[in-house]
């Protein structure tokens, strides 16, 4: 047996969100050809979100600024990349005020490992579409993930998802509000075609872009199907990927059992350490009920299961999203980046004329999701040498500086 140590993190959304780490070991089985890795997040909301985003939104679309309009109307439809705005309005000497909640329809692409996906999600919580094209057969094939064949195969099929997820939805290009791209952590391979594509399509036809953070999609899902879910919450974020080839019904039965087995023995460590790590939110937050399993495990029953008993017994709700949205997919990076567009937080179109063999995309193989406490500080051998960009907390609360 090896033991895998792999570190957590905390995030900021702003002031609406906060990610609290818990650190999480697994035990895998090299035999197994297994490998795993967790996060648990605390998600804290900050008591006074709702002041400072009422302040922020009526400074919110940095392309019109209104003060007064004749016509509320009138400036709903001007407005149409918002989601949430304080109107001012003088309507034949009758002036007044109020926060009108305009849709938006994003367009997430995924592509940070050995999917290609793409999805168009509205601000209401509607699934317009979705797309995901597989590379089940190269899993197989190569016993894994292969980067560069799986980049070719992003190549080959991106164009065609996205044209898809148009299609699906009835949408014309010009209906969309913003394009999500991940743009970490995953195979830098793969995420520069799915940022290449977002970028192409973003500048064409004038749309904000927003930049996503792969595991924070797979937290925020939750929000999407469970409108119930407010903050604070904890999440646990699994993934395993173990493939299985084309091999004799006495090999695959070995390969089953070792499977369970380990199934077995991860579960119960899971078990053990959110119990813990329960324990230890609620004395920073009591206000917490629900706990979020998120990522490709959690589509797995046993492992709801097991985990349902665990929240049961600290009072909490346990919320899982479909497994169709626990594996990577669009709809998750369409909904994140509604989330962050809601709040202000996208960066403009690209240049239509942009030339892609002269531009620095901003990819982040290695990009942790926030800052890790002291208490529950670990180190994965991996990351001691690697490029690691800067957490997605820091970046966020040096980009609410800036514009305090």
Known sequence: MMGVSFPLASVSLLSHLRFIPIPITASASASASASASSWLLLCLRNGSWRRKHAAAVTKWDHRHHYSSFASHSLLKQRLSHSVAVRIRYDNGGSGGEEEAVLMSTVLGIETSCDDTAAAIVCSDGRILSEVVSSQTDLLSRYGGVAPKMAEEAHLQVIDQVVQQALENANLKETDLSAVAVTIGPGLSLCLRVG????????????????????????????????KELEFPFLALLIS????????????????????????????????????????????????ITSLVISGGVASNQYVRLRLDDVVERNDLQLVCPPPRLCTDNGVMVAWTGIEHFRLGRFDPPPPEDEQEDTVQFDLRPRWPLGEEYAEGRSKARSLKRARVHPSLTSIIQASVKLHR
């Not at 290449?196 to 925020?220: C, D, N, S, T, Y």
């Not at 199934?263 to 899971?270: E, I, K, P, S, Y």
């Open 195 to 226: 940022v290449q594509k977002a970028r192409r399509f973003a500048g064409k036809f004038r749309l904000p872009i927003i930049g996503v953070h792969h595991m924070e999609a797979h937290a925020l899902v939750a929000r999407l199907v469970h």
């Open 240 to 287: 395993e990927k173990n493939v299985i080839s084309s091999i004799d019904c006495e090999d695959r039965k070995a390969r089953a059992d070792i499977a369970a087995s380990f199934q077995r023995v991860a579960v119960l460590h899971l078990e053990e350490r959110c119990e813990r790590a329960i324990e230890w939110a609620l004395g920073i937050e009591p206000s």
